[in-house]
């Protein structure tokens, strides 16, 4: 029922940022809220940040201080700025929404890679 399709993926150094986007098919209002998770090679996915449909976030404490998750509702598009970028934050990240009825709709992802 609605389409996500993550970018800005890419190799940067430790210290870094990226902003990361997620691009869905339908109004942001329409959905209860949109998530970002990843998942690192052997390790169990994620959830990274959150904002509801009414704007409220969270984070993950692993990036708490240094990630930020903000919305355009006129482009229908959720970001991730990502700053003091770490090589643990090397993952695949995943843009993830969450509609009525528990219906949950994933993108295809885009890769983090953080260097030493």
């Known amino acids: 029922q609605v389409q996500l399709v993550e970018s800005g993926g890419g190799l940067v150094q430790a210290g870094g940022s990226l902003r990361l986007s997620c691009a869905a098919s339908?109004?942001?209002?329409?959905?209860?809220?949109m998530d970002w998770y990843r998942q690192a090679p052997g390790k169990q996915r994620e959830l990274v940040a959150t904002i509801t449909r009414s704007g409220s976030t969270n984070y993950a404490d692993s990036v708490k201080g240094r990630f930020t998750i903000s919305r355009d509702n006129a482009k229908n598009t959720v970001y991730l700025q990502m700053n003091s970028l770490k090589p643990e934050d090397t993952a695949d990240y995943y843009c993830?929404?969450?509609?009525?009825?528990?219906?949950?709709?994933w993108g295809q992802g885009t890769q983090v890679t953080v260097s030493s």
């Open positions: 339908r109004s942001l209002f329409s959905i209860n809220a």
């Open positions: 993830k929404a969450d509609l009525e009825y528990k219906r949950s709709y």
